[in-house]
């Protein structure tokens, strides 16, 4: 398709112009068709700029998220099949599970624009209005025993933080397990990102057949709701489209699932721990725990010391607060 190809070649080459010549020579069109392919995209809310003796360009705040805007930032090498761009979704895990169900491979990912029926973990809501948020899950086959579970949620904390870092100035941390934070200028920390993780395993083996991992981050988002307000925040990427963000994520998150005992990525991890060194409380056994967090283990639960110095590894339950920490990080 005319359209889908102009709009491959605008973003490989975002903020910079082509001429529509280049472009019905490199398709085998007229200039004509390129125009028409252009006029439809901006139709379609693309902002696409003309520029006399140089052509079309795709200015860098273009937002509209699309299945060509997201291969054109994929690598070669990289481990993502296939890629499913939705307008409006009931949730994209749910989505990537009946795409699994029909035989889908590892390595599909769905990208949405809005989800309805947007989730989190422990069944709550997760907020996903139209075109402010990144709202994907990529569907992985991978070889891991249901123990080392939790170690694919740990590997995709990370791969939203090294995305947003190597793509923005931002340098985001985990709350342990699934949420990503930011420190505001106002030096409040909100949750910018959540993560949910879900398994389909064989019972008789112990592994993993196949796991959605779907993340939302905010983008653009502003309004959250007089009872969020205070508690998320979006990244504001300048320059930066959705795109991007999800290309990039996807690709270290496809590499990390491949190598999920390798120390550098608890490594990472770890020095993106919005935990390790602070006080903490928990819930455990339906009881609340006072103590610090001082490590990550090697299957990815959270270690805690509690008052009397005891440690154990946290492998469900949730920290609901943190408090600042002035002693010496302990490992």
């Known amino acids: 398709m005319i ?7 605008l973003e490989e080459r975002r903020g910079t112009a082509i001429s529509g010549e280049a472009m019905a020579q490199a398709l085998g069109v007229s200039r004509a068709a390129v125009c028409k392919a252009v006029a439809s995209l901006r139709a379609e809310g693309h902002l696409v700029g003309s520029a006399p003796r140089r052509g079309y360009l795709l200015e860098r705040e273009s937002d509209v998220l699309t299945e060509e805007g997201i291969r054109s930032h994929l690598s070669e090498a990289c481990g993502v099949r296939r890629v499913v761009c939705l307008d409006t979704v009931d949730s994209t895990n749910t989505h990537a599970k009946r795409l699994a169900l029909a035989g889908a491979e590892s390595g599909t990912l769905i990208a949405a624009n809005q989800q309805t029926v947007g ?5 709550r809501s997760f907020l996903s209005p139209a075109g402010t948020g990144l709202y994907m899950t990529l569907l992985l086959r991978p070889s891991s025993s249901m ?5 694919i949620t740990i590997a995709a904390g990370t791969a939203v933080c090294l995305a947003v870092e190597e793509l923005t100035p931002l340098r985001p941390l985990v709350k342990w397990v699934n949420d ?4 505001g200028r106002d030096g409040v920390e909100r949750k910018v990102c959540g993560i949910l993780s879900e398994a389909v395993s064989d019972v008789e083996s112990g592994t993993v057949e196949n796991v959605v991992v779907g993340i939302g981050l905010n ?8 009872d969020l307000n205070d508690r998320a925040g979006s990244i504001f990427p300048e320059g930066v489209s959705r795109n991007q963000l999800a290309a990039r994520i996807a690709e270290r998150l496809m590499d990390f699932s491949t190598r999920l005992e390798d120390p550098e990525l608890l490594r990472a ?5 919005l935990l390790l060194g602070r006080r903490v409380r928990w819930m455990q056994d339906g009881r609340g725990c006072l103590g610090r967090a001082v490590d990550v283990d090697e299957l990815g639960g959270l270690v805690v010391e509690d008052e009397d110095g005891a440690r154990r590894s946290l492998r469900s339950g949730e920290v609901y607060e943190v408090r600042p920490f002035d002693g010496a990080q302990s490992s």
């Open 3 to 9: 359209k889908s190809d102009v709009l491959r070649m």
């Open 119 to 123: 989730r989190g973990r422990r069944g």
């Open 147 to 151: 123990e080392r579970f939790q170690m």
């Open 180 to 183: 990503v934070y930011l420190h």
């Open 219 to 226: 983008v653009t988002t502003r309004d959250f709701g007089r």
């Open 269 to 273: 991890y770890r020095e993106r721990s």
